[in-house]
C-alpha cells in the first residue's frame, strides 16, 4: 500500500534515526489534496450504507439482516 502511494507521490518515506531501519512516512500536498476530495465521498457511502454516524439501521445493515434471518 505504502508503495503504491508512495509512487503516486502522495506519501513520502523518510529514513528515521532511531532505530535506523524504521521510516516516518509524511502526507505530500499532493496526497493532501486527495484525500480532501475523497474523504466527504468516503463519509457519504458510509453515511448511505450504515446510517448517520455509523449507527445500527442504515439500510446495508437492515438489508444484510433480513438475509440473516431469512426473510
Known amino acids: 500500500m505504502l ?3 508512495e509512487a503516486k507521490a502522495m ?3 523518510v529514513p528515521c534515526r532511531e532505530p535506523a531501519t524504521a521510516k516516518r512516512v509524511e502526507i505530500t500536498s499532493s496526497g ?4 480532501r476530495i ?11 450504507m450504515f446510517g448517520a454516524d455509523g449507527e445500527i439501521g442504515g439500510p446495508l445493515l437492515c ?3 433480513h ?5
Open 11 to 13: 506519501i513520502t518515506r
Open 32 to 35: 493532501l489534496a486527495s484525500l
Open 67 to 71: 438475509v440473516e434471518i431469512g426473510e
Open 63 to 65: 438489508a444484510l439482516r
Open 38 to 48: 475523497a474523504m466527504p465521498i468516503a463519509i457519504g457511502v458510509q453515511r448511505e
Open 3 to 5: 508503495k503504491a502511494l
